[in-house]
């Protein structure tokens, strides 16, 4: 009997040598936790975007008149700005160096090494200058 009582001990204590537990690991299911799963992230701002109701007075909507004057604004630029592209372009459409004064503003257009151009733009009124280089050729 001492026998087989050493074995049911000896079998017990092979089996609890085996047997482990791991740690428990939370997560949580409350997407408002602030340690959330991260692919919660389109619910919580929905649901902030739900209770926002504060607006921006910046953003009125213009007025019909308001469009208008913008848009023609818009026309008046876009014509300048194509009776000058047109004076600093030769037969081909590149661009070739030189000076073009539209209104207060001075364009010139400075030949660089390997087909580059500078290109700066001068506020007469002001004095204040903008110039930046573009390839120029194919």
Known sequence: MDHK???ALVTLS???CFSGASPLIYAPIN????GGNPN???????????QDTTTDPSLSTPSTLQQFNTALQQAVT???IGA???GLTDTN???KPGTITVGNFTVNLTAMPNNMLHITTTDLSTGATTSFNVYNGS
């Open 5 to 7: 009582l050493t074995m």
């Open 40 to 50: 919660n992230a389109n619910w919580l701002m929905a649901q902030a975007s739900a």
């Open 78 to 80: 876009g014509t300048i």
């Open 84 to 86: 000058i592209t047109k």
């Open 93 to 95: 459409g590149n661009l």
């Open 14 to 16: 092979l089996f609890t």
């Open 31 to 34: 997407p408002q936790f602030v």
